[in-house]
């Protein structure tokens, strides 16, 4: 039969474990942010391209720097390059609208697709 002190003690130890769980904040990994990095990097690069955000046209400088602030922001909540391009890169979080890129030719895509195909470019190091 389970002592108070045992039933105490347990209880406090989940405790425990809970506070530690609830402190524990995700980041990604240096591989990971060198993605991140080379991602945005990427992108502010583009200068052909117009990133739309919300109905409005953004060069790629700006698109890159809205990217690396939402990242600086919401960095906590980023595991992988994966995680940045859906939280910081594919749709606003005040519309939930998503963003989308037009090309130089002027064909328009969903900023997700098109940078998750620019991010498995870099994983396979061409890029």
Known sequence: ?????????????????GAVAALAQATPSASEQKLIDALILRVSNMKTM????NGDEHSAADAAKHMKAKFDHFKDEIVTAEDFIDRCASRSEM?????????HNGAVKDAQEFLNAELRTLRKGNG
Not at 50 to 53: N, P, Q, S
Not at 95 to 103: F, S
């Open 50 to 53: 117009t990133f739309m955000r």
């Open 95 to 103: 519309t939930g609208k998503p963003y989308q890129v037009k090309l």
């Open 1 to 17: 039969m389970p002592t108070p002190f045992r039933f105490l003690r347990t209880a406090l130890f989940a405790l425990l474990l």
